[in-house]
């Protein structure tokens, strides 16, 4: 029997609001918005980028941290009102919602294989107990594409990354967590 591969709620109703007419240019324009911590990843492959809306002529972007207290916030809405000011929009409001929290089921399939290709194993390349990432986790080789590895510390390069190393190919690699 074959299976139809289903696509997440979150996913679908992301693709139903950058879709809508009123707005799609403006969420066309912002892909050029990447992380400034992965700059492989635009804000709307981490899904960062939640919603934007117009009132009138005010630009309103929502935006949503991948970890409370993530310290390139400031810089995302920084470079989302220059990337609109620049285009001719010139009242912009950038809203940070905290809830409800960003889940790395927000990324999308795109997001993933860049961040592979760059060489940070995606939040699926980890095999994970019912705890969560535990030392035991193995996380896929982005280099080598092996699961032998350990992790070396919770954190990375950032918060929202664990360190770990192949013991094949014993390169390091970051690992974007999975929430």
């Not at 916030?73 to 989302?80: E, H, P, Q, V």
Request: aromatic share 8%.
């Amino acid at each position: 029997m074959t299976e139809i591969p289903l696509m997440p709620v979150e996913q679908y109703e992301r693709l139903q609001q950058r879709n809508d007419d009123r707005v799609k240019a403006l969420w066309d324009l912002l892909d050029a918005v990447t992380d400034p911590e992965v700059p492989v990843l635009t804000l709307w492959d981490l899904g960062v980028l939640r919603n934007i809306e117009r009132d009138g002529e005010q630009v309103i972007v929502t935006i949503t941290p991948t970890y409370s207290g993530c310290p390139a916030m400031n810089t995302m809405a920084d470079d989302i009102t220059q990337t609109l000011k620049d285009a001719g929009f010139d009242q912009v409001q950038i809203k940070t919602e905290l809830a409800p929290a960003w889940s790395s089921e927000w990324m999308t399939q795109e997001g993933r294989r860049k961040l592979r290709n760059y060489g940070i194993a995606p939040p699926e390349d980890a095999e994970l107990d019912e705890d969560g990432l535990t030392p035991d986790a193995h996380a896929q080789c982005p280099h080598c594409r092996s699961r032998n590895t350990r992790r070396i510390s919770e954190f990375g390069s950032t918060a929202c990354k664990a360190l770990f190393q192949c013991n094949d190919c014993n390169e390091p690699f970051d690992y974007f967590k999975k929430i």
